[in-house]
């Protein structure tokens, strides 16, 4: 027998509120070994006293076999006195506040199979109650108030466990052991329904009987209100659309299980495991010909959001229902989630036919995580429940607490302490009022979960941004990180690359270090500068940066006012799709604030040439939501195969090769096939463009590393183009996996450009 050992074990990591102390506790006992775990902050402490050679298999167990939630981090051992460690069995201690560096909040875990077991089993006594849970699943970062993960430190301390229940959290052996959401139908929270003030299974049926009825229900989710319908009823459909002033945007799709996704989509096995995994995020699938869906739902995306339910009421309302249905964020275009209660009712009871809501109190607003898998590879669209607030690692550490405050659009905001960088969950558009109002509240809970005060606020070069305004009101330090080099970092810092990278930055907008806007660009960057090397082609943009919702203008812009590199500019007359869709006082009034270069910025994006062609071939004249003109370009493409470039060529200016469009736009003018055959070769144009302007960066800086990032790599006939044909080219090529790629990460390459910049000083 080995000698008596005794030992301190720290574990960092995601490790609260997953069910790791039951854990240790069984591992511990199985092993014969004496002591206690605690929470302290964010972290796991441990202390060991036994035989050496179990001390050694529990260390060597911790990690390999912990819950399938936990992520074990870092795991730290130090010897004590023997005697350092009473004997006399293992226990669960109470939780201590002190911590060091960067607490970890655990995401929303989807229901687990044990929770879904009991759900539909009519001889358990949490049979059909909508608020089951276990340590392998339930509601976590969107009821904590503070840490170290409690029940007094949640929105469940105001509802006193039943004897059953108190039994259930106090053995080690039951797997609601420290559960903190743990709830039944005697002592957790209930349903209710408005208008009526009915409650539990009444008010469940009123809000199965509005929907079979083809009405609009509002229902208060885990992270915020949400509002269903029948995705078959093309009137409900379209009255949610009328409703949430959102025209055309795609809804997500809720269904009971896989085989009902399979009916819509054409999912791969990587599909169906994110679908069915604990984050249970929306994923976007190819969507088959022929569904029983309402034509409205998908709003013209070649694409379908698909997810699971995650939450016990959502199994509850798919079982009863048995049909796909919208579900998608409770609010009205452009605001954040609903999450107060008297809010829902005076926003969403106008046009919810009534609301099934709970007394369990929503404490930090998450909508869902949208991703799409592009073959293995997950890329995450948006940032949310289920995967945030969950870490990612800093490749520099942040010598001091760094907020990174983000951009303006797909907002989120990012706190940076030592190695870890956590991106808090999507916010949405700041120029609304609510969610200025939620990004404030999202720094302030960010801050105070992990206990620390930003000494560093990174933020865009943007003025007019609400978020730098925000930076600007910090006392202490500020970094101000070009957009498209925080985009580009983003991805390399997420892959652990601080050496110089070619990064591929393709957007809509942003203001770039000359004082122009930016978009198209190829940057050498390392995470501590970027030196520009190529760009698109400026062009106008007419009534300046409102012309996002305008691809006409943005079209009439390129072809009055491109910047001229040699080559022949398009003749507008040949763009008689597009006249049918602007009137003759439109197009004098955009003629003439071009040539007076008067509120029509130059701009070399990427984003807003797609939107040029979705125009110039009758797809999309008015955006209805961002990104619209080129998801419609995407979908015409859809129905073709690989097919061949349009003309296009490469300039020299001011020492930056430049693509100039102007041979591709004429090509566009004067192809004589279908829309979706030009709007498949200019895919083809813009990948081919892409190698040669890297093959040519590679050449002249000897690097050969790609990072891909902006919110163009949202389209997925590009990306996989990209990267099919860069590793083919000798390059090795990376993209935003955990962190999106689009303005959602805005804030994550913010943190590691402040991070890197702070380390060299």
């Known amino acids: 027998m080995a000698a008596d050992r005794s030992v301190e074990i720290e574990v960092r990591g995601t490790v609260q509120g997953v069910g790791f102390r039951p854990f240790v506790h069984r591992l511990a006992t199985a092993h014969g070994l004496a002591g206690d775990v605690r929470n302290a902050g964010g972290t796991v402490v441990i202390r060991l006293r036994g035989d050496g050679a179990g001390v050694a298999s529990f260390l060597r167990r911790l990690a390999a076999e912990a819950p399938s939630a936990a992520r074990v981090g870092d795991v730290r051992a130090r010897d004590l006195p023997v005697g350092a460690v009473p004997v006399g069995g293992f226990r669960i201690g109470g939780s201590t506040t002190s911590a060091v560096g960067v607490r970890e909040v655990p995401p929303d875990l989807a229901t687990c199979p044990d929770c879904r077991a009991e759900l539909a089993d009519p001889t358990d006594r949490r049979y059909r109650y909508p608020f089951v849970n276990c340590t392998a699943c339930g509601p976590r970062a969107t009821i904590i108030d503070d840490l170290p993960y409690d029940r007094v430190r949640t929105a469940m301390s105001t509802f006193p466990l039943c004897a059953a229940c108190a039994a259930e959290y106090a053995a080690p052996a039951d797997r609601r052991f420290h559960a903190e959401p743990v709830a039944c139908p005697d002592c957790g929270p209930r349903l209710c329904w408005w208008p009526g003030g009915v409650e539990g299974a009444e008010a469940f049926a009123a809000a199965v009987a509005a929907l079979e009825a083809g009405s609009v229900v509002a229902v208060k989710g885990i992270?915020?209100?949400?509002?269903?319908?029948?995705?078959?009823?093309?009137?409900?459909?379209?009255?949610?659309?009328?409703?949430?002033?959102?025209?055309?945007?795609?809804?997500?799709?809720?269904?009971?299980?896989?085989?009902?996704?399979?009916?819509?989509?054409?999912?791969?096995?990587?599909?169906?495991?994110?679908?069915?995994?604990?984050?249970?995020?929306?994923?976007?699938?190819?969507?088959?010909?022929?569904?029983?869906?309402?034509?409205?739902?998908?709003?013209?995306?070649?694409?379908?959001?698909?997810?699971?339910?995650?939450?016990?009421?959502?199994?509850?309302?798919?079982?009863?229902?048995?049909?796909?249905?919208?579900?998608?964020?409770?609010?009205?275009?452009?605001?954040?989630?609903?999450?107060?209660?008297?809010?829902?009712?005076?926003?969403?009871?106008?046009?919810?036919?009534?609301?099934?809501?709970?007394?369990?109190?929503?404490?930090?607003?998450?909508?869902?995580?949208?991703?799409?898998?592009?073959?293995?590879?997950?890329?995450?669209?948006?940032?949310?429940?289920?995967?945030?607030?969950?870490?990612?690692?800093?490749?520099?550490?942040?010598?001091?607490?760094?907020?990174?405050?983000?951009?303006?659009?797909?907002?989120?905001?990012?706190?940076?302490?030592?190695?870890?960088?956590?991106?808090?969950?999507?916010?949405?558009?700041?120029?609304?009022?609510?969610?200025y109002q939620a990004f404030t509240d999202t720094v302030e809970r960010l801050?105070?979960?992990?206990?620390?005060?930003?000494?560093?606020?990174?933020?865009?070069?943007?003025?007019?941004?609400?978020?730098?305004?925000?930076?600007?009101?910090?006392?202490?330090?500020?970094?101000?990180?070009?957009?498209?080099?925080?985009?580009?970092?983003?991805?390399?810092?997420e892959h652990g690359i601080t050496g110089p990278v070619l990064g591929v930055a393709y957007d809509g907008l942003g203001l770039g270090d000359d004082g122009t806007l930016w978009g198209g660009e190829i940057l050498l960057a390392t995470l501590t500068g970027y030196r520009r090397l190529a760009r698109f082609a400026r062009a106008p943009l007419p009534g300046g940066e409102s012309a996002v919702r305008h691809p006409a203008r943005t079209a009439l812009g390129h072809l009055y006012g491109a910047e001229e590199l040699g080559g022949a500019r398009p003749d507008p007359r040949d763009a008689a799709v597009l006249w049918h869709t602007v009137d003759p006082r439109t197009a004098a009034t955009v003629r003439e604030l071009v040539a007076r270069r008067v509120n029509a910025p130059l701009a070399s994006s990427a984003g807003r040439l797609f939107d040029t062609v979705s125009a110039l071939l009758g797809l999309c004249a008015t955006a209805t939501y961002e990104g619209e003109a080129a998801?419609?370009?995407?979908?015409?493409?859809?129905?073709?195969?690989?097919?061949?470039?349009?003309?296009?060529?490469?300039?020299?200016?001011?020492?930056?090769?430049?693509?100039?469009?102007?041979?591709?736009?004429?090509?566009?003018?004067?192809?004589?096939?279908?829309?979706?055959?030009?709007?498949?070769?200019?895919?083809?144009?813009?990948?081919?463009?892409?190698?040669?302007?890297?093959?040519?960066?590679?050449?002249?800086?000897?690097?050969?590393?790609?990072?891909?990032?902006?919110?163009?790599?949202?389209?997925?006939?590009?990306?996989?183009?990209?990267?099919?044909?860069?590793?083919?080219?000798?390059?090795?090529?990376?993209?935003?996996?955990?962190?999106?790629?689009?303005?959602?990460?805005?804030?994550?390459?913010?943190?590691?450009?402040?991070?890197?910049?702070?380390?060299?000083?």
């Open 223 to 435: 992270g915020g209100y949400q509002l269903l319908c029948d995705a078959a009823d093309a009137h409900a459909v379209a009255h949610l659309r009328a409703a949430k002033h959102r025209p055309r945007k795609p809804f997500a799709v809720m269904v009971p299980d896989l085989a009902a996704a399979r009916r819509l989509a054409a999912l791969s096995p990587a599909q169906e495991r994110v679908l069915s995994g604990p984050a249970a995020p929306i994923v976007l699938a190819v969507r088959r010909p022929g569904t029983p869906l309402a034509a409205g739902v998908c709003g013209g995306s070649a694409e379908i959001g698909l997810f699971l339910p995650y939450s016990p009421l959502h199994h509850l309302l798919l079982a009863a229902l048995d049909r796909p249905l919208v579900v998608t964020s409770g609010n009205v275009s452009g605001a954040p989630i609903v999450v107060d209660d008297a809010v829902a009712r005076a926003a969403l009871g106008t046009f919810a036919a009534g609301i099934l809501g709970h007394d369990r109190p929503i404490r930090s607003r998450y909508d869902d995580s949208v991703v799409r898998l592009l073959g293995d590879r997950t890329t995450v669209l948006r940032r949310a429940r289920g995967l945030a607030p969950a870490p990612v690692p800093l490749p520099v550490p942040a010598r001091e607490p760094v907020l990174a405050v983000g951009a303006q659009l797909k907002h989120t905001v990012t706190l940076a302490v030592g190695t870890r960088a956590v991106p808090g969950p999507h916010t949405g558009d700041l120029s609304d009022a609510a969610a």
């Open 447 to 493: 801050c105070r979960w992990h206990a620390v005060t930003p000494h560093v606020v990174a933020h865009d070069l943007h003025p007019g941004y609400l978020s730098t305004r925000f930076a600007r009101s910090h006392e202490g330090r500020r970094i101000a990180v070009q957009h498209h080099h925080a985009h580009v970092a983003a991805v390399a810092a």
């Open 631 to 761: 998801v419609l370009l995407e979908t015409a493409a859809a129905p073709y195969g690989p097919v061949p470039a349009l003309p296009w060529r490469l300039a020299n200016r001011d020492g930056l090769l430049v693509y100039d469009p102007a041979p591709t736009l004429r090509a566009v003018l004067a192809h004589g096939g279908a829309a979706g055959e030009v709007a498949a070769a200019f895919h083809t144009t813009v990948a081919e463009v892409t190698e040669a302007l890297l093959t040519e960066a590679a050449r002249a800086t000897g690097v050969r590393t790609v990072c891909l990032g902006g919110g163009v790599f949202a389209n997925r006939r590009l990306t996989t183009d990209l990267l099919d044909r860069l590793p083919r080219a000798g390059f090795t090529v990376h993209i935003g996996a955990s962190v999106p790629s689009n303005d959602g990460g805005i804030s994550y390459g913010q943190a590691a450009v402040a991070a890197a910049l702070s380390a060299k000083e």
